[in-house]
């Protein structure tokens, strides 16, 4: 905001945190935009305080950040003074996503399901023998045709 001088505020994960922030910006007296980076599940609590308490709360994407970032400094230095600056750049030019709270928008279940689809992949596909595992198949599938079919098995396990 014009005329007002930024300085750095910390707010512990907290109720009593998350009330002393909502008061400070309801204080400032004009709508307020938050923007986040997401951090695992730390942001949830407080996203979901801001947006109840009538804030507009904005994601951005931690991707985006590092190349705005970078863009903007010429760099891949980073700190949080620095990426605040750049949040809110990115901000002021509509580079973000509008929040939707999982639960409020009903979508929690289909978000679990897409972690477990992920952390079930990335464990499958990093298995000492998976890559055996494709290798055998597309030799198999390469030697199907060839007058000498021997089968290559797929090891289940690892050697």
Known sequence: MPGLRRRRLSVLNTRAEHDRLIAILSDLGQPVTCGFEATGNYHRPIAWRLLQAGFAVRLISSVALARTREALHNGWDKNDPKDAQVMLHMIRIGATQVYQDPLAAGINDVQELS??????????????????????????????????????PCRAGPV
Do not use: E, I, L
């Open 115 to 152: 972690k477990t689809h992920d952390a079930v992949s990335k464990a499958r596909s990093s298995t000492p023998w998976s890559h055996d595992c494709a290798r055998s198949s597309a030799w198999s599938a390469a030697r199907a045709s060839s007058p000498m079919r021997s089968a290559t």
